[in-house]
């Protein structure tokens, strides 16, 4: 085991294998560090990606069903009757996730009143919209279960006097 304190002439001996080693042991790796850095940046950058893709088809069904949910409501509460009330709000909510490039069965459209009959003056008619959001790049169909979560939106229209 050296000593250091045998003088500068051993230091600088000591320091000189050192650097003789250490240019021993990179002489090996030449141009490995574009392959590093590629293949890291690929593991990082793939993941980070699709998260990205995933907040956006989460913001996207939220805007979808909020857009749907409002249409909805005042589509019911425009109609003349029950019967094309229910279809008119139904096409509002196939319109709306169409627009986001959501499939027409991810949606559920539920109709609530107030009152009894429901297109009265003065009624408020809630529609409330719940889209199944499915994952970025999935096969999408109604039995695979392959989903990020549920998105809830709701609005309330009031029936006017005059329609």
Do not use: N, W
């Amino acid at each position: 085991m050296p000593r250091f304190s045998d003088g500068p002439a051993q230091k600088a001996g000591l320091r000189a294998a050192l650097v003789d080693r250490c240019r021993g042991l990179a002489a090996g790796e030449g141009g490995s560090a574009v392959v590093e850095f590629v293949f890291l940046g690929l593991i990082l950058l793939v993941p980070v990606v699709y998260f990205v893709l995933t907040v956006a088809a989460l913001q996207g069904a939220s805007f979808a069903a909020t857009g749907a949910a409002d249409h909805a409501a005042k589509s019911f509460a425009q109609a003349a009757d029950e019967a094309a009330a229910r279809t008119a709000a139904e096409s509002a909510v196939r319109v709306a996730m169409s627009d986001f490039g959501l499939a027409e069965h991810s949606a559920r459209l539920v109709l609530a009143c107030d009152r009894s009959p429901c297109l009265q003056a003065g009624a408020a008619v809630q529609a409330t919209v719940h889209v199944e959001v499915p994952l970025p790049f999935s096969p999408v169909s109604s039995g695979f279960g392959l989903t990020i979560g549920r998105i809830e939106a709701s609005a309330t229209q009031i029936v006017g006097r005059f329609r």
